[in-house]
């Protein structure tokens, strides 16, 4: 008789995202994204799942994934946590999965950093910043400490983020910064589905830089020397040549290696590339045995536009990778169950010249070379350059050689439970293993390359006795050299083993678990002896009437980094939850379908101790000293940082309440949670005298609070033929430092102790001076020479001078308070549509270095400094928009101050996409059982403050691989 294939409902929905970007309206967006956010529409209904209010049940049975792999009922769970299915992501065409999670997940603040291929890397933090050293969160996969960055998408089942002590004192000294838990999908009974992903997208920078050209560049050089006092470079000649270049007009021939016009980005950078992602994945199986398995393979190519003809190797930064997985789940008899999942995956990048810092190496090259600097070839074909610009783009680009980094890594997990109930009813056991193999290696195959200037040194052209240029060479023309770097071969193993017991007696319910657990880390290519966890954990949940929740949790961890006798520490926490619509007042109301109000207090901890072995008196070479008729030299040794006898690791103590409710005959969901935080015996080095004459190391003695509140929103209705989901998210987190061992300022206001941890302090500044006049009317600013046009600051102290002293605080870090989602869902007839907007509020960014400042490092110049003051120009004197040029009387302008700080908050259109599925009856006739094809896109528009910079990668300089746009096709095929 044939089977019926019975999935269990996972109640996902894909989550779009979209990137906007807001201005002043940050606050007015925040309010709106409690009333459209997240995700919605088109996998599996309804499409509000996508992110789920923390502890709102779906079934009775639904589950929600512990630490230690157990799982808990929802409606039982009275710890802060938030879910997303991994349906709600699957299809965004971002590679790594982090940057995937932003907007979608209440608590959580996520910051991508770069969009190199194989380093789309991510900021993460779980409720904000609360310690001066890791603040990132433990992310578990399968329920062991592994990346989720490069997973393939299909491959996970739902993303659980453990934000309150109630959900992570269980893993002690790991805790206190919250966990992420991601679960992969797994095999269910049925006949054999075999489903087909395949992706392909086109990329572009989300910001590119204006850069001026040669004749602005030449005219703006000529302005800053005589601001200076100095005669000016370029004569009237040479800037009408340059006038005439930058039409692409040239007198001669000779004069286009001469009176050069060249915008290195856009020279070097195409304006769009590729990436492509494929997987495949089958499951099936039976009441003994299912399975899932998967294989992926994903490439992403390179922004640089490489010389394709120069090498028989690539130089571009290009990534690819394999991916594949196994689970498999096997039920043995009645009473004995296992798991055997196996993963691995295969990647590699390549990088021009050396991995270290290529990237970084590259962009300064295009952002700060000179449009005039010099050609890219010289008449005779050699690279141009000079003394002062030997990184001539092309030649960082294909004379470098390469790099290439290789990872290969392989998990393996192994599950056995047997219940024992033939002891009593409701009692088993388990046991689980893990095994852990990375290895990396980098093949660094580079060299370097001479550069050649047409002009000598007084800047005339010289000709040889033969009528060729006289070049002046620079650097040298070296071998490829064929080193190799092991950066990291790592082993892990885990083991844990518990208890457990779960059993319900009429009105009571009783679970309970305890168990122990080892994990072993062992990098062999540092020489350290192994890093071990070692510890107890256990967890009891007792439930009245399916109304009133009581749960104790605690973990019992150690580690070897902590001095003997004290390397265990114990993190209790206590929760406790009022399921209120299960009192009778409330019950089988059709207004008020769910409501629960929760609370909890406990422990957690960081083992960040800020190094290895910090606790153990050190000793290291150095100097030395002669002795005997022969003067021979012995090495000396001296007394590193003495050792304290009590190195401990963070305590971090979490309070949180929280309600969750489901409304409006279960149309509307509804989370929201306060939390307040407490890290003390942070590690940091206070302010001692140096008189003492030794090296201090870290005292535990830093304190620091933190405190906000995380919601999530979803609203649904059923309009004719139309499904529409509104839905949002937003997280606030603010720390203060209460205690940081700071010495006593000698102005109060001065004082970094009671502000947050990336408080900015400099100068307010008050604009620009006029005339000389101001100036002297002003009080006396010490940094440098003064002149109209330079930046004017506040004397904070009143003593009529301006020094470091009027130092002030500016307001919070680049790291935002606040950031939301907001999202729009819509099915209807086999279409859908989702739309994701996301933001941040609450943080400024300081502008410096090559994307603010003029000729800064002797690089180049951008569109804002045609604001800028002009001395000559008494038009620009009351509307200039940056001070006046200057090539070495910088150091008054270029002081920290208000002037450089810009407000960071942003909205993005972050994700977007139009889907259509093929009508059940169609995919039957070409022996499909789904066939969906879609259009989306992610990071597509920004609403900010700045056009320099994309102000999400928080870099100040924005030297760095741009952040990508995407615009993605997709086909979903399942047999």
């Known amino acids: 008789m044939k089977k019926t294939r019975t999935r269990k409902p996972l109640h996902s929905a894909r989550g779009r995202r979209y990137q906007p970007y807001l201005k002043g309206a940050a606050g007015v967006f925040c309010c709106l994204c409690l009333l459209l956010s997240g995700t919605s529409a088109a996998a599996v209904p309804p499409p509000y799942q996508a992110q789920r209010a923390d502890s709102v049940p779906e079934t009775k049975k639904d589950p929600v994934p512990q630490v230690y792999n157990h799982f808990q009922p929802r409606h039982n769970a009275s710890g802060a946590f938030s879910t997303m299915y991994g349906a709600a992501v699957e299809n965004v065409p971002v590679i790594n999965n982090l940057n995937k999670m932003q907007g979608l997940l209440p608590g959580v603040f996520i910051m991508q950093d770069n969009g190199e291929p194989g380093d789309e890397s991510a900021g993460v933090l779980m409720r904000g910043k609360r310690t001066f050293r890791s603040n990132g969160p433990m992310i578990l996969v399968d329920g062991y400490e592994r990346s989720m960055d490069f997973l393939d998408p299909n491959e996970i089942e739902s993303i659980t983020v453990l934000k309150d002590a109630a959900a992570t004192a269980q893993y002690g000294l790991r805790g206190g910064n919250g966990i992420i838990l991601v679960t992969t999908k797994r095999g269910q009974e049925g006949r054999i589905r075999i489903t087909f992903n395949a992706r392909t997208g086109v990329k572009t920078p989300t910001t ?10 030449a005219t703006l050089y000529n302005e800053a020397l005589t ?63 299912r399975y899932f398995v998967s294989a992926g393979y994903t490439r992403n190519s390179g922004l640089y536009k490489v010389d394709k003809n120069a090498n028989t190797y690539n130089t571009n930064a290009d990534f690819s990778m394999f991916t594949l997985r196994s689970n498999v789940d096997i039920q043995v008899n009645k009473r004995f169950s296992m798991t055997l999942d196996i993963a691995g995956r295969q990647e590699q ?32 074909g050699t690279l141009g350059g000079t003394k002062d610009f030997t990184g001539n783009p092309y030649g960082l680009l294909n004379n470098q050689g390469y790099s290439l980094y290789y990872v290969r890594s392989m998990f393996a997990t192994f599950r ?9 009813k409701g009692l088993s056991i388990k046991a689980n293993v893990a095994f852990d193999s990375w290895y990396d290696m980098i093949t660094n195959r580079s060299k370097s390359f001479k550069v050649f200037d047409l002009r000598q040194a007084n800047g005339d052209v010289e000709y040889k006795p033969d009528g060729s240029i006289r070049y002046v060479e620079t650097g040298s023309n070296t071998q490829m050299s064929t080193g190799v770097e092991y950066p990291t071969t ?91 619509s299960e009192e009778n007042f409330l019950k089988d109301n059709k207004w008020v379908n769910f409501l629960k109000l929760r609370a909890s207090h406990g ?114 209705q059923q309009i004719g033929k139309v499904e529409l989901t509104l839905s949002g998210t937003v997280t606030h987190a603010k720390n203060k430092v209460l205690d940081r061992g700071e010495e006593k300022q000698r102005f109060e206001y001065q004082a970094r102790t009671g502000r947050s941890l990336d408080a900015i302090f400099g100068l307010e500044a008050l604009g620009l001076f006029r005339d000389q006049d101001e100036i002297d009317a002003s009080p006396r600013q010490s940094f440098g020479v003064v ?5 004017k600051y506040k004397d904070q102290n009143g003593d009529d001078v301006i ?34 907007f996301t933001g941040q509020s609450g943080t400024q960014q300081l502008m410096n270095g090559e994307a603010m400042y003029e000729f800064h490092d002797n690089g180049t110049v951008r569109e804002h400094h045609l604001g800028r003051y002009n001395p000559n120009d008494p038009g620009s004197w009351n509307n200039a928009t940056y001070p006046r040029l200057s090539l070495s009387n910088k150091a008054n302008n270029q002081r920290t101050s208000t002037y450089w700080l810009k407000d960071a908050a942003m909205v993005r259109l972050k994700t977007m996409e139009l889907g259509y599925t093929l009508p059940g009856h169609l995919s039957k006739k070409i022996r499909m059982e789904k066939v969906r094809v879609y259009v989306n896109g992610y990071n597509l528009f920004t609403w900010s403050s700045s056009d320099l910079m994309d102000l999400e990668a928080r870099s100040t300089h924005y030297v760095l691989y741009p952040i990508q746009r995407i615009l993605n096709a997709g086909l979903s095929v399942t047999f």
Not at 787 to 791: A, L, M, S, T
Not at 805 to 826: H, K, M, T
Request: hydrophobic letters at 35%.
């Open 787 to 791: 002149n109209p046009g330079d930046i």
């Open 416 to 424: 056995a439970k047997h219940e024992l109930d033939f002891i009593t």
């Open 227 to 289: 601001n200076d006092g100095n005669a000016p470079k370029y004569s009237d000649e040479e800037l009408d040549k340059y006038e005439k270049a930058s039409r692409g007009i040239y007198e001669s021939e000779l004069d286009r290696y001469l009176y050069p016009n060249i915008n290195w980005y856009d020279q070097y950078v195409n304006k769009s590339t590729w990436q492509q992602r494929y997987s495949v994945n089958i499951d099936g199986g039976n009441k003994v045995a």
């Open 208 to 217: 590119t830089p204006k850069l001026l050209n040669s004749y602005q560049y």
């Open 803 to 836: 020094d470091a002293y009027d130092e002030v605080y500016l307001g919070q870090g680049n790291f935002p308070s606040i950031q939301y989602g907001a999202g729009l869902g819509l099915r209807y007839s086999g279409f859908d549509l989702n739309v994701l």
């Open 490 to 580: 790592q082993r892990i193993f885990n083991t844990d083993a518990s208890l457990n017991y779960d059993r319900e007696f009429g009105r009571h319910a009783v679970s309970a678990y305890a168990g122990m657990a080892q994990r072993i880390i062992s990098n062999e290519n540092n020489g350290n002896i192994p890093r071990a966890y070692l510890g107890a954990y256990g967890k009891a949940t007792y439930v009245y009437n399916k109304r009133y929740i009581a749960e104790f949790n605690f973990g019992y961890q150690g580690s070897e980094q902590f001095l003997p006798g004290n390397k265990f520490g114990f993190f209790p926490a206590a929760s406790v939850a009022w399921v209120a």
């Open 603 to 716: 422990l957690t901890g960081n083992d960040d101790i800020g190094g290895y072995f910090v606790w153990y008196q050190k000793y290291a070479t150095s100097g030395g000293v002669n002795f005997g008729y022969t003067s021979l030299g012995y090495n000396g040794w001296n007394e590193s940082a003495f050792a304290l006898n009590n190195v401990t690791w963070e305590k971090v103590r979490k309070t949180d309440v929280g309600i969750d409710a489901v409304v409006l005959n279960n149309k509307l969901r509804f989370s929201f949670d306060w939390f307040y935080e407490k890290n003390t015996d942070i590690m940091i080095q206070p302010a001692l005298p140096n008189i003492m004459g030794i090296r201090f190391p870290d005292f535990p003695i830093g304190v620091i609070e933190n405190k906000g509140f995380d919601a999530a929103l979803a609203y649904t």
């Open 349 to 380: 990048s390549t990088t021009p010249g050396s991995r270290t810092d290529a990237s970084l190496r590259v962009f300064r090259s295009l952002y700060k070379t000179p449009p005039n600097a010099f050609p890219v070839f010289t008449p005779d």
